[in-house]
């Protein structure tokens, strides 16, 4: 039987590429979205529209304990349990420190950050039952060499490193591993956001000279979920063009 996989924040650039990925590689596919179901519909036409027809569409906000519960229920429902998690969703609110309100704090800490503890805590414990499982946690550049106007960002995805090192050495044991990616600036809609003159900045600091590509992201999960990555655990894979080796 197919193995399960679900993506957080699933519909979005990183996440689609993710999803049809691990579509290809003969799982199958759940994805969280947080916007209106209307967003999810047009997604899942145009994913059929490409060839990729079986993907799941699961309401969640990730940034409440609540929905993640109610995700858990209706995911085991329609597909049994989850094997594979992504914990991909995420947002920015940047500003520089001065400019930066308790409000923004708080909103990217919770929604990338607690949201990994929350929805983790819904499939970890079954995956640890049933002796295998796979977690990879998405993380950033960011997280590891801190980033002017992303105190908020920086400080959740560094965290999620600290997580991921502290639950690998609890659930090893029972087959799961729980690894982490850094991406560096990948050419989405978040990296398009950030103005013009700041983005040419940055690119000409990667020495590959370019953004990179949702797809390859989206590799890096596909061996972590493998068979092939059983013996990493607690790791974090560094993927930014080399923007920043550590
Ligand atoms: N280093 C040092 N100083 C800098 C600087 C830098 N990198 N960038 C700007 N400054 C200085 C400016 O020269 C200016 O100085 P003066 O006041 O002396 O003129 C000052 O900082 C500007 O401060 P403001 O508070 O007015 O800044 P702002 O409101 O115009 O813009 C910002 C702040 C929105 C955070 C903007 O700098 C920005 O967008 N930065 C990029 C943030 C970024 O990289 N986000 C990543 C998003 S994608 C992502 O997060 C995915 C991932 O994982 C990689």
Not at 145 to 150: D, E, L, N, S, V
């Given at each position: 039987m197919a193995k399960t996989a679900l993506v957080t924040g699933g519909l979005g650039g990183i996440g689609t590429a993710i999803c049809r990925q691990l579509h290809c590689d003969g799982y199958t596919v759940a994805a969280t979205y947080i916007h209106n179901g209307v967003r999810l519909q047009s997604w899942l036409e145009k994913q059929k529209a490409d060839g990729f027809d079986s993907f799941h569409g699961y309401f969640c906000d990730i940034s409440q304990w609540e929905s993640c519960a109610k995700l858990k229920e209706a995911v085991e429902a329609d597909l049994g349990g989850v094997d594979i998690l992504v914990n991909n969703g995420g947002i920015t609110r940047d500003a520089t420190f001065r400019k930066m309100t308790a409000e923004m704090w708080d909103e990217v800490i919770v929604t990338n950050l607690s949201s990994v503890f929350y929805v983790s805590r819904q499939f970890v414990p079954d995956m640890a039952n049933r002796g295998f499982g796979r977690v990879v946690n998405i993380s950033s550049v960011n997280a590891q060499?801190?980033?002017?106007?992303?105190t908020n960002y920086s400080a959740a995805k560094a965290g999620m490193h600290g997580f991921t090192k502290a639950l690998a050495q609890e659930v090893v044991s029972k087959g799961v591993t729980i690894n982490t990616i850094s991406p560096g600036y990948i050419g989405t809609d978040m990296v398009n956001n950030i103005a013009e003159e700041v983005r040419e900045k940055i690119r000409a600091q990667i020495p590959v000279g370019r953004f990179g590509t949702p797809e390859e992201i989206a590799s890096v999960v596909s061996f972590l979920a493998s068979e092939n990555a059983a013996f990493i655990t607690g790791a974090n894979i560094a993927a930014n063009g080399g923007q920043h080796m550590y």
């Open positions: 060499k801190g980033q002017f106007g992303q």
